[in-house]
Nanobody
């Protein structure tokens, strides 16, 4: 069994910063892809950023230049540093981990419970 435990969400003013963390535990020894998706009310879940085991990152256009993803492979932990936050970044942020693929959102992907990020204007 695999568990993804997220932390670091909260309420922040526009222009502020937050750092999300997600630790994977259980039977997944070394995930390939790890990262973050988000889902705002009434919208589909969308990519924020992912990083592979070889530390190759992928960012959504909305995250480029403002967010930075990093990973501690020894601890199966992924981080998302979010700067210059905007009200449109408000969403539930979901951690993902895939043991096989270099991307999330596949049949083998595991998901966290989600953490709320709210950016006030």
């Amino acid at each position: 069994q695999v568990q993804l435990v997220e932390s670091g969400g909260g309420l922040v003013q526009a222009g502020g910063s937050l750092r999300l963390s997600c630790a994977a535990s259980g039977s997944m020894l070394s995930p390939n892809a790890m990262g973050w998706y988000r889902q705002a009310p009434g919208k589909q879940r969308e990519l924020v950023a992912t990083v592979t085991r070889s530390l190759t990152p992928t960012y959504a256009d909305s995250a480029k230049g403002r967010f930075a993803i990093s990973r501690d492979s020894a601890k199966n932990t992924v981080f998302l540093q979010m700067n210059s936050l905007k009200p449109e970044d408000t969403a539930v942020y979901y951690c993902c981990a895939d043991p096989i693929q270099t991307v999330c959102y596949t049949e083998s992907t595991y998901w966290g419970q989600g953490t709320q990020v709210t950016v006030s204007s």
